[in-house]
């Protein structure tokens, strides 16, 4: 899927300038055409994630192990439990076309893979919930479940800061807002 989205880089509470960009195209595919194998063990991140995230001994749909079918996970959007993998899906904390907007949009590919893949930018939640929080930041969306909302917020801005995206003006008063609720 193509979006044509408008990219304006502001002042953030990291203290970036302010600096206007051409429009760009977000397409995932630069970013995340399918998730990886890194280590050749026919398992991908989305089921290297559900094995090191199961707080119960998973189940396999085969006998060669690369495709996690069960376990036992928290999701911390709802603080629901989920035993059936397919009921999940692997959340970018920070959307990935957030990022494009926010400054991901003149990163090379690498750095996009990079960043779609971080484990510190990903949580297994209720497929659900995923769909309805988008691309939305937390200026926009927050997870229903109010004792994680602090977390998320958190992690949302250690990303930002971790890959040098951009917040404007409006976000970050919300997200420091947000932080000292």
């Excluded at 960009?21 to 991908?44: F, G, K, M």
């Excluded at 707080?55 to 495709?67: D, V």
Aim: proline residues 6%; contains cysteine; aromatic residues 12%.
């Amino acid at each position: 899927m193509r979006l044509i989205l408008p990219i304006v880089l502001s002042t953030t509470i990291f203290g970036c300038l302010a600096v206007e960009a051409e429009t760009h195209i977000y397409d995932r595919n630069e970013w995340l055409p399918r998730w990886s194998d890194a280590d050749r063990d026919c398992q991908n991140t989305r089921h290297e994630l559900l094995i090191q995230f199961s707080l119960a001994p998973i189940s396999f749909t085969n006998e060669k192990g690369c495709t996690v079918k069960s376990g036992l996970w928290l999701d911390p959007y709802t603080g629901k439990f989920f035993v059936l993998a397919s009921d999940l899906d692997v959340e970018h904390i920070v959307p990935l076309s957030w990022a494009h907007r926010h400054g991901g949009a003149s990163w090379t590919n690498e750095l996009k893979r990079q960043f779609a893949e971080d484990p510190e930018n990903l949580w297994l939640v209720d497929d659900g919930r995923n769909q309805s929080k988008g691309n939305k930041g937390p200026d926009e969306w927050m997870p229903p479940y109010e004792p994680v909302q602090t977390i998320y917020v958190q992690r949302f801005i250690a990303i930002v800061e971790k890959y040098g995206l951009s917040l404007t003006q409006e976000e970050s008063a919300r997200f420091l807002a947000l932080l000292s609720a």
